[in-house]
Structure formats: C-alpha cells, structure tokens
C-alpha cells in the first residue's frame, strides 16, 4: 500500500490484465545487437540520457551530450561513450562500479522516434580508444563501454504528445528558476545567487571545463 492510495498493482499478472501484451510487430524489433539501420540513430545523436543504479537499486538518470556521434560504435554489440568532465559527484560512474547494467536512450532533435539500448557497462581507461573521442584538443581521460544486451526503437508518442520539438511551446529560461536561486532556497537567504548565476554563466561563456 502507498501512503496515498490503496489503488496499487502488486504483480505483473495485474498489469498484464491493465495493459494487455505487446503485439507481435512491436517484440520483433527487438534486437541483442545493432545492425546498419538502427546505428544510425548513435552515429546521429548529440545527446542521451544515462539510467543506473547503485548496489542497492537506487536509480539515477544522468544527460549526456556532444557533437553528433560522439558515441563511438566499436561493433555491432559494444558502444563507448566518452566521459566528459562534471560536477564530480559521478553518480553513474559510481554506480557502474557497483552494478554495471545500464540503460541508455538516444536522442536526434527534430526526430520524434528515440533509440533504446540495455546493456552491461565497464569503466575504461584505454588511451587507444580514447584517441578518436577527441573534441576540442582534448581526449577524455575515461569512457564507459556498453555491452549491448538489448536495442530497439521507441515509437513517438511521448514526444508527439510532449510537442517537445514544437519551438513555440518552448520557455524561456525567466521562466523557471534559476540555479543560484534554487542554491539559495537551500543555503539561506545570505547565499548570493545574483553572482553565483554570473560566475556561472561567464565560466560557460568561456566553455571551462567543457573538455
């Protein structure tokens, strides 16, 4: 029971009787490798989103993004995806460490299909294949490498319904918080926000730690 509702599924004979069963066409596009067609959408995408989880099973999503095709695809089973510098707390590098199965969406803007890739994960320090993930005169010093256990497309309806790629729904950044604002919220009202949002936006003007 959730502490606001008694309305819950408890096994997937329950869901199954919710939802019914996946049709013949939408199990056959899944695949344990990639093939000419469906590499497209890697060698395509500037940007994915990263799902792990810890020893434990506590999840993370983390963003990841590049110059189009900065995932490299070693072969038809095994990606790498260069490890460029963050915040430091490496959530999902930490959490491969523990519990290397991953999954991995890949993103094309403009296209409303995305790509799904479930596997298993290494953390690589190989300098050889490192080298061709160069950008901007830097080589990243690690790469995560994905064993490919399962890959398929995912049809479009999030994004149709989302009009994610729409460009007049989109906000502009007045309209949301902004990062020094959310800091202070959380430190206290003596946290200067105006100038942490400054610093901030001049450290990516200058694209500092980008690489």
């Not at 969406?105 to 409303?112: A, D, E, H, R, S």
């Not at 399962?150 to 009009?163: D, G, L, N, P």
């Not at 790629?165 to 946290?191: C, M, Q, V, Y």
Request: proline share 7%.
């Amino acid at each position: 029971m959730h502490r606001l509702t008694s309305h819950v599924l408890r096994d997937e004979a329950s869901l199954r009787a919710l939802l019914g069963e996946p049709s013949a066409v939408v199990c056959a596009k899944i695949s344990d490798r990639l093939n000419p067609l469906t590499r497209q959408w890697i060698e395509k995408s500037p940007f994915l989103c990263f799902a792990t989880s810890d020893g434990a099973g506590n999840c993370d999503v983390s963003p990841r993004g590049d110059p189009a095709g900065f995932v490299r695809v070693l072969d038809d089973r095994t990606l790498l995806v260069p490890e460029r510098p963050g915040n430091r707390i490496a959530d999902t590098l930490r959490n491969i460490l523990a519990n290397p199965h991953v999954g991995v969406l890949f993103i094309v803007p403009g296209v409303t299909e995305t790509f799904r890739v479930n596997g298993r994960a290494t953390l690589t320090t190989d300098a050889s294949l490192l080298a061709p993930c160069v950008v901007e005169g830097k080589a990243p010093k690690l790469g995560i490498l994905i064993d490919i256990d399962v890959a398929y497309t995912q049809c479009s309806k999030a994004f149709i319904r989302s009009e994610l790629w729409d460009a007049t729904k989109f906000l502009p950044r007045s309209a949301l918080p902004s990062n020094g604002e959310i800091h202070r919220e959380l430190a206290g009202p003596d946290f200067d926000a105006k100038g942490y949002d400054e610093e901030r936006a001049a450290r990516y003007a200058r694209r500092d730690g980008f690489y």
